[in-house]
């Protein structure tokens, strides 16, 4: 029996990444997860950083993975994963807000005046407005049921320099936003919080070791599942209202709950 079994969680932007792991996080702990993206492969065995591949090694853990080809920009797509789950599921219990869209060149190493306006719309469009309207979706399903959490994906560029004036102001507002929504869900018993990851061995920090353009302790950076236990131990804690409102580290979390990474068991 899993912790999470008869769950079920919503993830958004789960191809590859911190959202990858959420979702196997999730299902290693029982939990059926219906998660987004764009990019899609359909070879056998399919092409990473794909839908089918996150759902592949998430099946593999656990639960059920139910990839969901959505793009975040729309907000139709969007009602309509919500209105899918409710149709198959009834419920929701945890929504997990993590889609972004890098910008392409990356925003880093430069004044924010030398950025194309663009990267603006790439981290605080998707990034933070993409995190709202999911939630504006899916918090009618568990205001419904009279429970449930909404974790915000977020990172220390939220409250310290990090990549961007873009990037940061991005996530202070996906900080400020679970605030807001800790406030105006109480009332019906749903918690909102933001979870903020440490350097983790995502695809994209990796690509950027090896073009020499960042350095990481890769014995200490924690793998994308870390964060997945995470959020499986705050979806399966019974008194999460008490943290509703907070801002979070996965560390912290660790420490609180006693998960591991799966990467030092």
Not at 35 to 43: I, K, N, V
Not at 55 to 71: E, H, K, M, T, W
Not at 139 to 151: D, F, H, K, T
Request: a negative charge.
């Amino acid at each position: 029996m899993g912790i999470l079994d008869n769950k079920v969680a919503v993830v958004t932007g789960a191809s590859k990444g911190i959202g990858k792991g959420i979702v196997e996080g999730l299902c290693e702990a029982g939990a059926t997860v219906y998660f987004t993206g764009r990019s899609e492969s359909h070879a056998e065995p399919p092409a990473p950083m794909t839908l089918q591949a996150t759902a592949r090694s998430a099946n593999a853990l656990g639960g059920q993975a139910i990839a969901v080809p959505v793009d975040h920009n729309n907000d139709s797509q969007v009602e309509a994963l919500f209105k899918r789950v409710d149709a198959e599921q009834g419920r929701l219990d945890v929504l997990i807000n993590n889609v972004y869209q890098i910008p392409d060149p990356p925003a880093m190493g430069k004044g924010f005046w030398e950025h194309p306006v663009s990267v603006w719309d790439d981290q605080c469009g998707v990034g933070l407005r993409g995190y709202y309207v999911a939630s504006v979706f899916g918090a009618p399903l568990m205001v419904r049921q009279g429970s449930g959490l909404i974790v915000n994906i977020s990172s220390r560029g939220g409250r310290e320099y990090v990549f961007s004036a873009s990037y940061g102001v991005g996530k202070a507002g996906v900080d400020r936003m679970a605030q807001d929504f800790a406030v105006e869900l109480k009332p019906h018993n749903v918690a909102a919080i933001s979870l903020s990851p440490s350097k983790v061995k995502t695809e994209f920090i990796l690509d950027m070791v090896d073009a020499g353009k960042m350095q990481i302790d890769e014995a200490q950076a924690e793998s994308v599942r870390f964060s997945g236990r995470c959020v499986a131990a705050l979806a399966a804690d019974s008194n999460i209202m008490a943290r509703s409102g907070q801002i979070c580290t996965v560390k912290e979390m660790a420490a609180a709950y006693g998960f591991v990474d799966p990467d030092r068991e």
